[in-house]
């Protein structure tokens, strides 16, 4: 399945053919009411990340969206947190248009991190969906293995050069470094220790509370599976749920579809 986005699909006519795409919700019964924008992990894409859920997700009648995100393969965090807020924004506003009544915000490893700092800053989603969420610069071999490029994407930011490409350091999910080529205004708002991806921040600065399945897999090396992390900062709702599933963490998204689409079908 190649990666899809609503607003991909607007061309030069967004009303028409959005409802074209998506169908009128009335022809394919409630279930088509409810629509998911599922986000995508680090440095990676829909067909090698999300492909399989997105597929279980149409299949169960619901509406999927699943845009190409700052931080894919392609894009290689080509702007900032706060602008890739702004896409998803326009994504839910565009399945909004076409008749969706309830949109719930999903994201997979990264794309868990900044679907949660949406839900922190932004409005407009009726859910949020935490899968496999293992980015954590806030932590200490984390900050260590990037430290030197965070501080000097900060003297960047500091001299005015925030916007100017410059080569820093990704840390990856086996432990070691690997260069990365990004602005030092966006490298520094998903890497920094204070920056918009830390999902603990994010959580204690929800303010509305919002049903939220949190999905880790129990044998994910990378995901945190303690939900004192960031889980129960959340604002408490009576339809969210913390869910440990048979699963490591490539394979979450796949695994989870099954308690995705009740958890979807049941949820407010």
């Known amino acids: 399945m190649r990666a899809r986005s609503v607003i991909g699909a607007l061309g030069l006519a967004p009303c028409l053919v959005v409802l074209a795409c998506l169908a009128?919700?009335?022809?394919?019964?409630?279930?088509?009411?409810?629509?998911?924008?599922?986000?995508?992990?680090?440095l990676g894409a829909t067909a090698d990340d999300v492909e399989g859920l997105a597929a279980a997700l149409t299949d169960a009648g619901l509406t999927v969206s699943t845009p190409d995100m700052a931080w894919s393969a392609l894009r290689r965090f080509d702007v900032t947190i706060d602008l890739a807020l702004d896409e998803i924004a326009r994504e839910i506003a565009a399945m909004r248009t076409a008749g969706v009544s309830r949109v719930v915000l999903a994201g997979y490893s990264m794309g868990a991190n900044i679907a949660l700092a949406f839900a922190a800053r932004r409005s407009g989603i009726d859910g949020l969906i935490v899968l496999g969420p293992g980015f954590m610069p806030e932590r200490a071999g984390f900050r260590s293995g990037v430290a030197e490029a965070v501080a000097e994407a900060r003297r960047n930011e500091r001299a005015g050069q925030g916007r100017v490409i410059g080569r820093y350091l990704d840390y990856g999910y086996d432990g070691y470094t690997y260069p990365i080529d990004?602005?030092?205004?966006?490298y520094l708002s998903y890497y920094a220790p204070d920056g918009m991806a830390v999902m603990p921040a994010n959580a204690a600065l929800m303010r509305t509370a919002l049903p939220v399945l949190w999905v880790v897999g129990e044998r994910d090396v990378v995901a945190e599976r303690d939900r004192s992390y960031a889980y129960d900062l959340l604002p408490p709702h009576p339809r969210s749920s913390f869910l440990i599933i048979d699963a490591g963490h490539l394979d979450t998204p796949r695994q989870a579809a099954p308690a995705l689409i009740k958890w979807l079908r049941e949820a407010p």
């Not at 009128?24 to 680090?42: D, F, N, W, Y």
């Open 182 to 186: 990004a602005s030092a205004a966006s």
């Open 24 to 42: 009128p919700v009335c022809a394919l019964g409630a279930e088509r009411s409810i629509g998911v924008v599922l986000l995508h992990g680090k």
